[in-house]
């Protein structure tokens, strides 16, 4: 009988070495771990309030379930669609993001994808070589990191904090390049942060971009989800307001934030055409087509009522509103008010080292821990996301749970005072 293998075990330094240098460098994803605790603590029956989770709580709009419960009693969504998806779907997302922002883009220039992962995945392969850097603004969206490093990138962090509202500087992305930058990550809504770019801003790094010869990946999956005065206007996509930039842009969207399809798992990258047409080959051989049914639903997602969107929006702005007063509330926590997508990132610093509810954490990840098992609520702390000392709180639950929650979290919070 064979031992069982010690999979605690770093790879790549033994003969007998089993899972590859790459692969054995990749963490499993934090928040999606995080999730399933939770999810298997209220199971259990412990009334669990979950804050972990980054997807909207509604079902998906009627209207789509409907188109794809019709595909799938039409025989020709049985079959493989090109690697790069449904042609009719390519096309929508083209005109849909033309309709939205602006971008000029032709259905040969779309790769739909396994959801906005597999878009970076494959704009991370088709772009990178090994030693290329990619900058990288903390606190980073978890997924990012480990991409460009399978993808043979190097990542460098470019840390922000809430004194800017988590905005990375133009000097401080100057400051972070080297002869060896290739590209630049930029996600405007932030998942963790919320934090929104200005259009003037989103227009000066991207001017930059251009001088340098710097590639963007532009992750837009929040572009409706926007609040306040960030809401106002088309969505400011930087390529549009730098078309310059075009030719080394790409953009990443997809169906599950804007039309809560999470499960669908339909995203897409819009980008040059040689760089579209790598991402296709890339994907004909690692997963070859999206499930044609969920294309299917995405296409109606684009192209159908959109009021659903607006109405999700509302729900959260309002959600919103709610989880930054009441957290700001908190002596020792600063929440800079989230103006796009579903979380408030507070630092939670001053809480460290001191009396919680007769317990004392050291670091943001123990704070995370001590809520789950003290008040059973369940948040990601900032080591996920590559800035310890904070916490993300997703909003993206219904409004009791909400207020009761960050209550249990105020009231532990007093308690120690
Ligand atoms: C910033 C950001 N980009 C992309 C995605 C990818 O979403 P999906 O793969 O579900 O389409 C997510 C999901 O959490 C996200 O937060």
């Not at 739909?112 to 088709?126: D, R």
């Not at 603004?137 to 004194?163: F, K, Q």
């Not at 070859?288 to 729900?315: F, H, I, K, Y």
């Amino acid at each position: 009988m064979t031992a069982a293998p010690d999979l605690a075990k770093p790879a790549g330094q033994a003969a007998d070495r089993r899972i590859s240098q790459r692969l054995g460098g990749i963490a499993a994803s934090a928040t999606l771990a995080i999730d399933a605790r939770a999810k298997a603590m209220r199971a259990s029956g412990r009334p669990v309030i979950v804050f972990g989770t980054g997807e909207p709580d509604f079902p998906t709009p009627a209207h789509i379930v409907a188109a794809a419960e019709a595909a799938c009693r039409d025989p020709r969504f049985h079959h493989y669609t090109p690697a790069s998806g449904l042609p009719e779907l390519r096309t929508a997302i083209a005109e849909k993001t033309h309709h939205d922002t602006g971008l000029p883009a032709t259905a040969a220039q779309v790769v739909v994808t396994n959801g906005g992962k597999q878009a970076l995945y494959n704009a991370f392969a088709a772009i990178l070589d090994p030693g290329d850097e990619v900058l990288l603004p903390a606190p980073y969206w978890t997924t990012y990191p480990e991409t460009i490093s399978l993808a043979g990138g190097t990542v460098v962090e470019v840390r922000t904090d809430e004194s800017t509202g988590y905005l990375a500087s133009l000097e401080q992305l100057e400051a972070a390049r080297t002869p060896r930058t290739r590209a630049l990550v930029f996600v405007s809504p932030s998942n963790p942060t919320g934090a929104v770019y200005p259009a003037a801003e989103i227009e000066a790094i991207g001017r930059w971009a251009v001088e340098h010869g710097v590639w963007v990946v532009t992750d837009e999956i929040y572009q409706d989800l926007r609040y306040g005065a960030a809401a106002e206007g088309r969505y400011p996509s930087m390529p549009v307001l730098v078309p310059e930039l075009a030719d080394r842009c790409i953009v990443v969207n997809g169906v599950a934030k804007s039309y809560a399809m999470t499960g669908w798992r339909v995203g897409w990258l819009i980008g040059p055409p040689d760089v579209a047409a790598a991402a296709g080959n890339l994907q004909s051989h690692g997963s070859s087509n999206v499930c044609n049914v969920a294309q299917a639903a995405a296409l109606a997602a684009l192209t159908g009522p959109q009021d659903a969107v607006e109405t999700m929006r509302q729900s959260f702005d309002r959600r919103r509103q709610t989880m930054t007063r009441m957290l700001t509330e908190i002596a020792g926590v600063t929440c800079p008010e989230p103006l796009g997508a579903f979380y408030c990132y507070p630092s939670v610093g001053a809480l460290l080292g001191r009396d919680l509810g007769g317990h004392r954490v050291e670091s943001s990840a123990e704070l995370a821990e001590l809520l789950l098992e003290e008040i059973e609520i369940a948040v990601v702390p900032g080591e996920a996301f590559g800035t310890p000392g904070y916490l993300r709180l997703s909003y993206a639950l219904g409004d009791d749970d909400l207020v009761e929650g960050i209550t249990r979290l105020q009231r532990l919070v007093a308690g120690s005072d």
